[in-house]
């Protein structure tokens, strides 16, 4: 497969992907503005009227502003393949380590990672500070927020970059069968995620309490 026929499957692909995405948001939205005038009969005794708009307005809200989210996301994705921005990061940090090492592939993959996390930032203050707060759904605070993306930070670095220079390092060093050895690997890891995550990690962002019998 020469590359002009790769970026042209490549491209095809994204488009059917972001019109699948489209043409069901537009469905998701049709059904919710069918049904916003009355509330469903099984409901009928617990929510309002008001409620059951509210709540429609705000899936609406959301799935359109998803619409503009996606775009930037198509944008971008092509600026980091077809664009060079992928490359563009290799080499900037193929001048301080050597190309293929790990370091560099950690240096490159976190890099993605960060550029991915900014890029993403205006939309998730968007969504929570302007259409959360809009219909009464938000409880976030800016400090509040400042504090979880700086907790969510650490963890990455502490968790994240040591996880994946071992899964570069398997991948590089365990011959044909890598694949099966990340495998193992990254099951491994989430069976401890799944003991560690509720008593350690997330009782750093949220507060729980016993359910009432």
């Given at each position: 497969?020469?590359?002009?026929?790769?970026?042209?499957?490549?491209?095809?692909?994204?488009?059917?992907?972001?019109?699948?995405?489209v043409w069901l948001g537009s469905r998701h939205i049709s059904h919710i503005l069918a049904a916003r005038g009355s509330v469903p009969e099984q409901f009928a005794d617990r929510i309002s009227l008001h409620a059951h708009q509210?709540?429609?307005?705000?899936?609406?809200?959301?799935?359109?502003?998803?619409?503009?989210?996606?775009?930037?996301?198509?944008?971008?994705?092509?600026?980091?393949?077809?664009?060079?921005?992928?490359?563009?990061?290799?080499?900037?940090?193929?001048?301080?380590?050597?190309?293929?090492?790990?370091?560099?592939?950690?240096?490159?993959?976190?890099?993605?990672?960060?550029?991915?996390?900014?890029?993403?930032?205006?939309?998730?203050?968007?969504?929570?500070?302007?259409?959360?707060?809009?219909?009464?759904?938000?409880?976030?605070?800016?400090?509040?927020?400042?504090?979880?993306?700086?907790?969510?930070?650490?963890?990455?670095?502490?968790?994240?970059?040591?996880?994946?220079?071992?899964?570069?390092?398997?991948?590089?060093?365990?011959?044909?069968?890598?694949?099966?050895?990340?495998?193992?690997?990254?099951?491994?890891?989430?069976?401890?995620?799944?003991?560690?995550?509720?008593?350690?990690?997330?009782?750093?962002?949220?507060?729980?309490?016993?359910?009432?019998?």
């Amino acid at each position: 497969m020469t590359l002009n026929t790769f970026s042209l499957a490549f491209l095809g692909a994204l488009a059917l992907m972001a019109a699948l995405r489209v043409w069901l948001g537009s469905r998701h939205i049709s059904h919710i503005l069918a049904a916003r005038g009355s509330v469903p009969e099984q409901f009928a005794d617990r929510i309002s009227l008001h409620a059951h708009q509210r709540a429609a307005d705000y899936s609406v809200t959301r799935t359109r502003f998803g619409r503009l989210a996606l775009a930037i996301e198509v944008v971008v994705l092509l600026a980091f393949t077809l664009g060079g921005g992928l490359q563009a990061v290799h080499d900037a940090w193929s001048a301080v380590l050597a190309p293929g090492s790990l370091g560099h592939g950690v240096a490159l993959l976190a890099t993605l990672a960060v550029l991915g996390w900014v890029l993403e930032l205006p939309f998730v203050l968007t969504r929570t500070f302007v259409i959360e707060k809009k219909f009464g759904f938000n409880r976030m605070t800016p400090r509040l927020f400042v504090t979880d993306t700086v907790r969510e930070a650490v963890l990455a670095a502490v968790i994240g970059l040591p996880l994946l220079a071992v899964v570069l390092w398997i991948t590089s060093s365990m011959g044909e069968l890598w694949w099966l050895w990340v495998w193992a690997f990254w099951l491994g890891f989430n069976v401890l995620v799944m003991l560690v995550w509720p008593t350690f990690i997330a009782p750093l962002f949220n507060k729980f309490t016993p359910l009432a019998d």
